[in-house]
């Protein structure tokens, strides 16, 4: 029997949330104060995503990176390999918030879009 306690972020009063388990199996869950949480922790064991928000190389902006984040989560595993991913990248100005600049990254079916505007250099 193992123990995994997970807190909640569904809502600030981040409540700690137990899980008991045997192999793979949920024998036991506690602590949640609302449904959300259960479901949060359960995922949170079985399958944990994260929103990823890094930054994307520039060509010919007036900032040299862009700031950027994951359109949804994606699975936690895949976060350190979507990072070299997205380190290997170069997009062109002018960006707009919401363009997407990665396309279904590593085939998560997740976008990587913009969260700022970047202006072409010769236009600032
Ligand atoms: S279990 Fe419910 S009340 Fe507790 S932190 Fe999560 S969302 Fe908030």
Redesign the pocket.
Known sequence: MEEHDII????????Q?TIKTEGDKITDIYG???????E?AINEFKNPTRILPTTVKVEDGEFPLVPVKTAAPIPKSDLIKAMNFIAEKTVKAPIEIGDILIENILNTGVDVVATRNIKKESEV
């Open positions: 909640c972020t569904g809502c600030p009063k981040g409540c949330v949640y104060e609302c449904p959300t949480g259960k949060y």
